[in-house]
């Protein structure tokens, strides 16, 4: 009965994470990451609606929240790379390394 | 006869007897930590605590004097560290106050004579400072009525000798020589300190009436290892074999230093550790046996380095050597000896003071020089200092009735009566002295001059010949004074106890007339070949027994081939180990971690993208592997 929600879900994620792997722009790879947080909510609620209570509910509720405050910095911080460098390539921010 | 019970006593001179101590410990003091502001006077306040110090003794002495002789050991407490087991105090006794007023005054004498002896020195404030440090110190050690008030002033004199055995540091050989005479007391001191913790795990106590008084309810074996610790501590101090070889380069400090320290006092303090410590010799007689042969045969190795000796100070060094070994030879006999051996320590403080002082005052007149092949003929320039000094000589040969013929022939007599092998033998050493004293007066005052050219000798200034003069009329009337009819064995008997016949005194006793025999040939020996023939100015080659004698006996040779090589080996190994294998341990584990680090930090390259590969490569992994457990 939820299988297939549960299959869209980790299809979802799958996309998800291999956007994150494979593009370069970073507002891709933040979308990328939004996707695949999302799929983790589809994947909370199914289990919420088969279990018949309410625990994964709350938790999509939680990541929902933990996304928007992720998105808030996230996307300033590409911003101001993008205002720095003129470029929103994640593989041109390479500097802090070895 | 037993020595007397000690009786504890406050008030009069005996109750301030701390003060001996404390005065010359604040001229130190004073001088050390006001610095130059107290140059001008330095030496004048140096001076006057030697002199404030012998007063107290002299009237301690007299105090002492108006006891019965069975009273006459009076315990002063002063201070209870750990109450029943600790206390500080001070025994005054005929045999502390003897040394008491033998340090004091010959103290004086030299303190007054260093004032004319250093005047040209910079730092002649300093060498006031540590000379009152030594009177305290030593005054400590003879006037402490526990072993560890004595350890104190026996490290004290210690310091104080180190510190003026390098009172010219800027001379390598005196910094080296300080050094030495400090390592090599070490050794002694060891075996002192380890004496004094097995008397506390034998008798509980370190106070000497509780050890002394109890000393026969020990078993021999112990006493035996107590007196033989003990006597390895004498050694050190009293540069006795085989802990001889500091003494002679201790010559390097300035000559008041040689005279009061290595002469008169400080060296002293063996033989009156043995003395003092007489109840546990006396119950162990293997211990006796080995200080009546360390004595003898420091007696005659301290005389053979005597005779092939060129420099004056080491010549009078050798002769030291010899002479406390006489007087650990009679100490060693046990109650017999100790009137002697303590009666010839004090002759021999005043005329071997008279000496070295007087041997300083010709160094002074001839810029330092102390060679004696470029003396002679000094008789007439310097007739104060030749009179005392022959005075002195005189009374360390032992021409009859001069100091040194009572005190030494009182040591041979007893000894020949214990021992005939010890007694031929002190005889034999005592010959060995008319030669090489004879040979050092025929060099310096006699014979043609062999001057340097810029050297113009004068007499010393009265300053320095009055403690000459006064000293060499201790030297000529002491001995008989102390000696005859056993005035000395009587006033010290109740402190160090007495042989039950008192010993009469025989001036012309075979024993006495072999050694009167034995010193005019060696004089007349020596005036062949040193006063009547021509010296030459450089040492002829000489057998290899002079140079056996030259060389010290090869006891550095010796100390240098069994401690100090092995030790710089090990020093090495020590040094090669800690470098190769500690440093390398450590090092090569840094290195390592280094290394490795190094490698693995290529690893953050600055790409998310492949930040983000090996995190999501991580969860498969924790995925597969929960999968492949979970299933289990």
């Avoid at chain 2, 103290?107 to 004032?115: A, D, E, M, R």
């Avoid at chain 2, 501590?233 to 290595?262: F, N, R, Y």
């Avoid at chain 2, 004696?372 to 009179?387: D, E, I, Q, S």
């Amino acid at each position: 009965m939820t299988t297939h929600y549960l299959v869209l879900s980790a299809l979802l994620f799958a996309i998800g994470g291999v956007g994150v792997l494979v593009r370069r722009n970073a507002i891709v790879v933040f979308m990328c990451v939004e996707l695949m947080l999302n799929a983790c909510n589809l994947a909370f609620v199914t289990f919420a609606r088969q279990n018949g209570n309410l625990d994964g509910q709350v938790i999509a509720f939680f990541v929902m929240i933990v996304a928007a405050a992720e998105v808030v910095i996230g996307l300033a911080i590409i911003v101001t790379i993008f205002r720095t460098r003129r470029s929103a390539s994640v593989d041109d921010v390479s500097l802090l390394k070895y | 006869m037993e020595p007397a019970e000690i009786i504890q006593h406050s008030g009069g001179a005996i109750g301030a007897a701390w003060l001996m101590i404390a005065l010359p410990l604040v001229g130190a003091a004073v001088l050390l930590l006001g610095g130059r502001r107290t140059d001008k006077f330095g030496h004048l306040l140096g001076v006057l605590m030697a002199v404030a110090s012998f007063v107290v003794a002299a009237l301690s002495f007299v105090q002492l004097l108006g006891f019965a002789p069975g009273e006459r050991r009076r315990g002063i407490e002063l201070y209870e560290f750990i109450p029943g087991l600790a206390k500080m105090g001070l025994l005054v006794d005929p045999l502390s106050i003897s040394f008491c007023l033998l340090i004091t005054f010959v103290g004086s004498l030299i303190h007054v004579y260093s004032i004319g002896y250093m005047a040209h020195d910079p730092n002649r404030r300093r060498f006031f400072a540590y000379l009152n440090l030594f009177v305290a110190a030593m005054l400590l050690l003879v006037l402490a009525d526990n072993y560890v008030a004595l350890f104190v002033g026996w490290e004290g004199v210690g310091l104080a000798s180190y510190l003026l055995i390098g009172f010219w540091q800027h001379k390598p050989s005196a910094a080296t020589a300080a050094k030495k005479a400090f390592i090599v007391n070490r050794v002694g001191d060891f075996g002192l300190l380890i004496g004094i913790f097995t008397i506390f795990a034998t008798f509980h106590t370190l106070a000497f009436d509780g050890v002394l008084a109890n000393a026969d309810k020990a078993s021999s074996g112990t006493l035996t290892a107590i007196g033989l610790l003990l006597l390895v501590g004498a050694c050190g101090k009293s540069a006795q074999l085989p802990l001889q070889s500091w003494l002679l380069d201790a010559m390097e400090g300035p000559t008041p230093v040689s005279a009061l320290i290595h002469a008169a006092t400080m060296v002293t303090a063996g033989v009156y550790l043995i003395v003092r410590s007489g109840p546990i010799f006396q119950g162990a007689e293997t211990a006796q046996i080995v200080v009546t042969i360390v004595g003898v045969a420091t007696l005659l190795a301290g005389a053979i380095i005597g005779t092939a000796k060129d420099d004056i100070k080491k010549a009078l060094a050798g002769s030291t050597m010899s002479q406390i070994g006489y007087m650990v030879l009679a100490a060693g006999i046990g109650k017999a000896g100790y009137a002697f051996a303590i009666a010839h320590l004090i002759t021999h403080g005043f005329f071997k003071a008279d000496m070295f002082l007087g041997a300083g005052s010709v160094m002074h007149a001839m810029n330092d020089e102390v060679n004696m092949r470029k003396y002679g003929a000094l008789r007439k320039v310097m007739p104060v200092t030749f009179v005392t000094f022959l005075i002195g000589y005189l009374a360390i040969i032992g021409f009859p009735l001069l100091s040194g013929y009572f005190t030494k022939d009182g040591i041979i007599e007893t000894v020949m009566e214990h021992n005939a092998v010890l007694g031929w033998l002190a005889v034999l050493g005592a010959g060995i002295t008319g030669f090489y004293m004879s040979r050092l007066v025929f060099m310096t005052f006699f014979g043609a001059k062999r001057w340097e050219p810029t050297a113009h000798p004068h007499e010393s200034p009265a300053v320095m010949t009055w403690p000459l003069i006064i000293l060499s009329i201790g030297a000529i009337g002491l001995g008989a004074f102390l000696v005859l009819g056993n005035r000395f064995m009587t006033f010290l008997a109740p402190a160090v106890g007495a042989p039950e016949e008192m010993p009469a005194f025989h001036p012309f006793s075979p024993t006495g007339l072999a050694t009167l025999a034995l010193v005019a040939a060696g004089a007349v020996f020596a005036w062949l070949k040193y006063g009547r023939a021509e010296v030459p100015a450089l040492a002829p080659r000489g057998s290899f027994l002079t140079t056996f004698a030259r060389r010290d006996l090869y006891g550095d040779a010796l100390n240098e081939a069994l401690f100090m090589r092995p030790g710089q080996w090990l020093t090495r190994l020590a040094v090669f180990f800690d470098n190769r294998g500690v440093d390398g341990l450590v090092n090569g584990l840094a290195a390592g971690i280094g290394g490795t680090s190094g490698r693995l930090r290529r690893v953050q390259t600055g790409f998310v993208r492949s930040y983000a590969l090996s995190i999501f490569l991580g969860a498969a992994l924790l995925a597969g592997a929960w999968l492949v457990v979970g299933n289990l």
